[in-house]
């Protein structure tokens, strides 16, 4: 029984931390797209990413990163719907490229 327990808790650890890397690894596409619409290349643009995962742990779901990407992309004129469709292409490209 323990060993049963054991695979079940091994399972759930690991489908924790790949949905961990595919939100991290979306977020960071995301911020990225967001940092060249803004021309922000290079390690500013790797920097911008970054800062937007970090964004992400503020609360569960997409909002705080909805939030970060409308406050700095407010001048560019891309509408929270279209943020929103970006964030999930974002994180099925991530889910793709990590595999199933």
Request: with cysteine; net charge negative; proline share 0%.
């Amino acid at each position: 029984m323990f060993t049963q327990s054991s695979a079940h808790n091994s399972k759930i650890a690991h489908d924790h931390d790949r949905a961990f890397r595919i939100r991290t690894r979306g977020v960071k596409a995301a911020g990225l797209w967001a940092a060249g619409q803004m021309g922000l290349s290079g390690d500013a643009a790797q920097d911008y990413a970054r800062a937007l995962v970090l964004a992400d742990f503020e609360e569960v779901g997409d909002e705080d990163v909805i939030a970060k990407l409308r406050q700095d992309l407010s001048g560019v004129g891309i509408t929270e719907a279209e943020l929103r469709v970006l964030l999930t292409h974002c994180l099925a490209d991530a889910e793709r490229s990590l595999g199933s």
